[in-house]
């Protein structure tokens, strides 16, 4: 290289260490670049994605159309919130109060709420895909349309809860407590049923359950059964499971 195109790459190098932090900022300010703000408070449509959230009071707020996509809300208090529609893909819910919180058309894929208390929460058409429920309290919970393809409910509390056309194909219901659900046109193709409690449930309008799945469940005479499909001989279950 001559001596001069060595000055011309300096400079340029020189150039480009001051001009690239301005152009970082210019990019970071300009109208409409949306980061999450984990210090901005509790609002419709605050993003908090990815921030850390644990063992807050958030009781009754709205946080409608909010993002929380991967969001850390282990042991907060959201009952009776107001999250319609809210963004909670992959967000941490362990432990977390959602008691009668409106999640409506909320995105929970892949979310994580091990012994969550959903008890009474509204859940119509929400998308709980892959979700890690294990040991969550949902009774009497509102999950009309709701997808819970491959979603983890084992050992859940799903008593009285409404389940009418819900997507549970493929999901984990091994000993989840089912007793007097609602199911009507709910999918159950290829849901597992271990050890269910499906004392007083009525099967008789859901698509996808065959025989194999029943045999292991826990059932009794209030039960009732698509046509073709019979009690397994080891109804009713005893007591102690």
């Known amino acids: 290289y001559s001596i001069e195109s060595l000055e011309m790459r300096s400079n340029a190098i020189t150039y480009a260490r001051w001009a690239l932090p301005g152009l970082l900022l210019c990019a970071l300010l300009a109208p409409g670049a949306?980061?999450?703000?984990?210090?901005?408070?509790?609002?419709?449509?605050v993003d908090w994605s990815k921030c850390e959230k644990r063992r807050l009071i958030l009781a009754g707020r709205d946080l409608s159309g909010g993002r929380f996509v991967q969001t850390d809300f282990g042991r907060t208090d959201l009952s009776r919130a107001n999250l319609t529609a809210a963004q909670l893909s992959g967000a941490?819910?362990?432990?977390?109060?959602?008691?009668?919180a409106e999640l409506s058309r909320a995105k929970l894929d892949k979310a994580n709420g091990y012994r969550s208390d959903l008890s009474g929460a509204r859940l119509k058409d929400a998308d709980l895909t892959k979700a890690e429920m294990t040991r969550a309290n949902m009774d009497f919970a509102d999950l009309t349309g709701a997808t819970l393809q491959k979603a983890d409910l084992g050992r859940a509390q799903l008593r009285g809860a409404k389940l009418?056309?819900?997507?549970?194909?493929?999901?984990?219901?091994?000993?989840?407590?089912?007793?007097?659900?609602?199911?009507?046109?709910?999918?159950?193709?290829g849901a597992y049923?271990?050890?269910?409690?499906?004392?007083?449930?009525?099967?008789?309008?859901?698509?996808?359950?065959?025989?194999?799945?029943?045999?292991?469940?826990?059932?009794?005479?209030?039960?009732?059964?698509p046509a073709?499909?019979?009690?397994?001989?080891?109804?009713p279950c005893p007591p102690e499971d």
């Open 164 to 189: 009418e056309r819900a997507d549970l194909t493929n999901a984990e219901l091994s000993r989840a407590v089912l007793s007097e659900a609602k199911l009507g046109g709910a999918n159950l193709k």
């Open 228 to 235: 073709g499909l019979n009690p397994p001989k080891s109804w």
């Open 34 to 45: 949306a980061f999450a703000e984990c210090r901005d408070s509790p609002a419709a449509g």
């Open 92 to 100: 941490s819910l362990d432990h977390a109060r959602l008691r009668g």
């Open 193 to 225: 049923l271990f050890r269910a409690r499906i004392e007083g449930v009525d099967f008789s309008g859901t698509k996808g359950l065959v025989q194999a799945q029943l045999e292991a469940t826990c059932g009794n005479a209030n039960t009732k059964l």
